[in-house]
């Protein structure tokens, strides 16, 4: 691991927001100090991959799971961001029933 002078990734504090043309709930500035050797990985990760470091730290924070991971507890991340876009109703599966019975007719 090099030794060199400490370094830490800083944003200035703001008072208002900043607000991206996406659509995308306002920004908030924040200061926060990360390991050297952290930085440098993230700034080369973000130069061969066109992101910044910024984009990077929100990318890993929205992928922490939700309060309530209980509920997604084993499904793939894919499937856990689908779950979170399309929360179905729950349904007891009656009006299905009651086609597959006018369909098939019911059973005795």
């Given at each position: 691991m090099k030794k060199g002078p400490k370094r830490s990734h800083t944003a200035k504090r703001s008072t208002?927001?900043?607000r991206a043309n996406t659509g995308s709930p306002?920004?908030?500035?924040?200061?926060?100090?990360?390991d050297p050797d952290?930085?440098?990985?993230g700034e080369q990760f973000g130069k061969r991959h066109d992101t910044s470091l910024s984009q990077l730290v929100?990318?890993?924070l929205r992928a922490l799971p939700a309060e309530d991971a209980s509920i997604t507890?084993?499904?793939?991340?894919a499937v856990q961001r689908l779950y979170?876009?399309?929360?179905?109703?729950?349904?007891?599966?009656?009006?299905?029933?009651?086609?597959?019975?006018a369909k098939y007719g019911a059973r005795s």
């Open positions: 208002g927001s900043v306002p920004k908030r500035a924040t200061n926060l100090s990360l952290a930085i440098d990985r929100s990318r890993f507890a084993g499904l793939t991340p979170a876009v399309v929360k179905a109703p729950a349904t007891t599966g009656k009006p299905y029933h009651e086609h597959l019975r």
